[in-house]
């Protein structure tokens, strides 16, 4: 037993988050986001939606502070009506873990998003059900 992780927390996600370094990126996918064929390192985190899994998160990972925006939202595409509600419950979390809030999150095109997502050190694939409800986030160091 450990004291003081959050219970979403599994044993694989937190070696993968103590293996990784600074400057590394994890994705946290939602259930459409192509995970397993996109992943160098897949953890599955069933059951779990996308902001509750980054509240977890980064109660134990730093955002990288070197650079300006640590955290990537996928873009909604040209032409597609959703509302990405998820987003801002994604920022919501992001503001409350940084001080920089909403400046450290910026929006990237889809393909762009994959293309970044393929070079992560790890996806973690969740269940969220909402749409554009994936986040790329760059791990910073401990002060």
Do not use: W
């Amino acid at each position: 037993m450990l004291k003081g992780i959050p219970g979403i927390i599994s044993p694989e996600l937190l070696k993968i988050l103590h293996e990784m370094g600074h400057g590394d990126d994890l994705v946290i996918g939602d259930s459409n986001f192509p995970a397993a064929s996109n992943a160098k390192r897949l953890v599955r985190a069933d059951g779990h939606g996308v902001p509750e899994m980054l509240d977890a998160i980064l109660s134990l990972f730093p955002l990288d502070t070197f650079v300006a925006e640590p955290v990537s939202l996928m873009q909604v595409v040209k032409g597609d009506s959703t509302v990405p509600e998820v987003q801002e419950r994604i920022r919501e979390v992001v503001r409350r873990h940084d001080p920089r809030g909403d400046s450290a999150v910026i929006s990237v095109e889809r393909f762009e998003f994959y293309e970044k997502a393929r070079q992560a050190y790890a996806i973690l694939a969740t269940t969220e059900p909402a749409a554009y409800g994936c986040i790329i986030i760059k791990k910073g160091v401990i002060h």
